[in-house]
Structure formats: C-alpha cells, structure tokens
Nanobody
Framework: QVHLVESGGGLVEAGGSLRLSCAAS????????MAWFRQAPGNKREFVAH????????LYADSVKGRFTISRDNVKNTAYLQMNSLKPEDTAVYFC????????????????WGQGTQVTVSS
C-alpha cells in the first residue's frame, strides 16, 4: 500500500509559477512510476505528466509541454510538478498517482492516488 500526499497548491496570477509536491509512504518509491493528473470543475480527470521509476523518462500532455516539468527525488520519496507560465485554464485540482501498470493493451492506469491539491490561476 502506498499513501500519497500532495502539497503546494494555491492561488497564483496568470504567468506565475507553482511547485507541487507529492510525498509517498513506504520504502519502495524508486520501484514505481509516478504521474500527475488534474480535474477542472465539470471536466473529466486528465493526464498531465508521467515520470519513470528512475526519472530518466518523462511524458507530458501537449497542453503543458514546455511549461510544466515533472521530477522526482528517490531519496526523499517525493515527486514534483514545477508549473511555469500558468494560465487560467490550468485551474484544477491536481492529483498525483503512483505505480503505473498496463490494465489492458490500450489502457494504462495507476494503482494509488492522492487526495489532490487545488491550483487556481487568476487572469
């Protein structure tokens, strides 16, 4: 079992930056992938970024590519999402997820989820 706790959300003006953190419990953090998702009111949860176990491989949604950076510290058991050049459309609850796996040939899922942290970007 992995317990995830997000932090770092808040209110920021458009063009500003925020850094989200996701602290994971347990001693096996370096053995599983991590990801960030977000969900805006009335919308489905959408993928934001993914990072491999070692941190060597990352993947981003087109909407955040070039503005957001996912990283991890396997000593601190923490994943991060650095968000720059924020836009009002980035407003959402941001969730971290852990231990990605292939659920079906065309579906990749994550076993563990945090409770989320609110990010609000004012125009």
């Amino acid at each position: 079992q992995v317990h995830l706790v997000e932090s770092g959300g808040g209110l920021v003006e458009a063009g500003g930056s925020l850094r989200l953190s996701c602290a994971a419990s347990g001693r096996t953090f370096s053995t599983y992938s991590m990801a960030w998702f977000r969900q805006a009111p009335g919308n489905k949860r959408e993928f934001v970024a993914h990072i491999s176990e070692s941190g060597a491989s990352t993947l981003y949604a087109d909407s955040v590519k070039g503005r957001f950076t996912i990283s991890r510290d396997n000593v601190k058991n923490t994943a991060y999402l650095q968000m720059n050049s924020l836009k009002p459309e980035d407003t959402a609850v941001y969730f971290c997820a852990a231990r990605g796996f292939i659920a079906t040939p065309d579906r990749y899922e994550y076993a563990y989820w945090g409770q989320g942290t609110q990010v609000t970007v004012s125009s």
